[in-house]
C-alpha cells in the first residue's frame, strides 16, 4: 500500500517513514502544503495522512481542493488540535478519518487499512490469482487450502503483482508501488524479493519476462 505521509515535524515524520516502511508500506513524505498537495496530484495512493497545521497549505485547502478535483483517495487528518470543531471542519472538507497527535501507532496502522478498504470499492476484499488467494486486509495469503507466511515487504510485493494480474510490470513500477520515491537503493533489490516469494508461492508462478519485468499468472503457476 502506497501512502502520502504530509507533516513539517521531521523528527516525527522520519519515525512514521520507518515505521511504516517495516509494516510493508511505501511511504512518501512531504514537510510542506505546497509540496504534499503536488505529490497528491502527480502520484497515485492508497491513503493520504495529511496534518492540518502545515506552511504553504494547510491540511483544510489541501482535502478540499482535492475533493474538489475529484480525487477520492482516502485521507487520515493528523493534528494536534483536539477540538471538536477542528474534527468537524476537517471531515466536512472531505477527510475520511481524523487522528490526533500523540497517537498510538498500532491504532495508526489499523485505521490506514480501515480507511484505504473503505476507499477502494472498486478492488474485491480477495484478490484471487489461479489457486492464489490474497487477502490485503488480514495481509494473508493461501495457495490452495495450505496458507503461506511472507514478511512484510514479501507480501507488499505480492500484493502488488496481484492487482496487476496477468500484466508485464517493470522494476521501476514495481520499485515506486511496493518502496517509495526517494528510494536510493540497488534497484536489484526487486530481484532479491522476487526470487523469496518464488521460493514461497512456487518458482513458476511469477514469471520474468527479460528486458521488460514481472508477470503473475492467472493460472496460479
Known amino acids: 500500500m502506497r501512502v502520502l505521509v504530509v507533516d513539517d515535524e521531521k523528527r516525527?515524520?522520519?519515525?512514521?517513514?520507518?515505521?511504516?516502511?517495516?509494516?510493508?508500506?511505501?511511504v512518501d513524505v512531504?514537510?510542506?502544503?505546497?509540496?504534499?498537495?503536488?505529490?497528491?496530484?502527480?502520484?497515485?495512493?492508497?491513503?493520504?495522512?495529511?496534518?492540518?497545521?502545515?506552511?504553504?497549505?494547510?491540511g483544510y485547502r489541501i482535502c478540499a481542493t482535492l475533493r474538489a478535483e475529484k480525487d477520492w483517495t482516502p485521507i487520515l487528518m493528523l493534528t494536534a488540535k483536539d477540538g471538536e470543531w477542528d474534527q468537524v471542519e476537517g471531515l466536512d472538507t472531505g477527510a475520511d478519518d481524523y487522528l490526533t497527535k500523540p497517537?498510538?501507532?498500532p491504532?495508526?496502522?489499523?485505521?490506514l487499512r480501515a480507511i484505504a478498504r473503505r476507499g477502494a470499492r472498486e478492488r474485491p476484499t480477495q484478490l484471487?490469482?489461479?489457486d492464489l488467494r490474497v487477502d490485503p486486509a488480514t495481509r494473508r495469503v493461501w495457495r490452495g487450502?495450505?496458507?503461506?507466511?511472507?514478511?512484510?515487504?514479501?507480501?507488499?510485493?505480492?500484493?502488488?503483482?496481484a492487482r496487476h494480474r496477468d500484466e508485464v510490470v517493470s522494476k521501476r513500477q514495481i520499485l515506486d508501488g511496493v518502496w517509495d520515491a526517494d528510494f536510493e537503493?540497488?534497484?536489484?533489490?526487486?530481484e532479491v524479493y522476487v526470487r523469496h516469494l518464488r521460493n514461497k508461492i512456487g518458482r513458476e508462478a511469477i514469471q520474468t519476462l527479460r528486458g521488460a519485468?514481472?508477470?503473475?499468472?492467472?493460472?496460479?503457476?
Do not use: K, Q
Not at 516525527?12 to 511505501?26: P, V
Not at 502544503?33 to 497549505?57: K, S
Not at 537503493?185 to 526487486?190: E, R
Open 12 to 26: 516525527l515524520t522520519r519515525s512514521l517513514r520507518a515505521g511504516l516502511t517495516a509494516e510493508g508500506f511505501a
Open 30 to 58: 512531504a514537510h510542506d502544503g505546497v509540496d504534499g498537495l503536488w505529490l497528491a496530484r502527480e502520484n497515485t495512493y492508497d491513503v493520504i495522512v495529511l496534518d492540518l497545521m502545515l506552511p504553504g497549505i494547510n
Open 103 to 105: 497517537y498510538s501507532f
Open 107 to 111: 491504532v495508526l496502522v489499523a485505521r
Open 128 to 130: 484471487e490469482v489461479g
Open 145 to 161: 487450502g495450505t496458507e503461506i507466511e511472507l514478511t512484510a515487504r514479501e507480501f507488499s510485493l505480492l500484493d502488488f503483482l
Open 185 to 190: 537503493g540497488d534497484p536489484n533489490i526487486v
Open 213 to 221: 519485468g514481472y508477470r503473475l499468472g492467472g493460472h496460479g503457476g
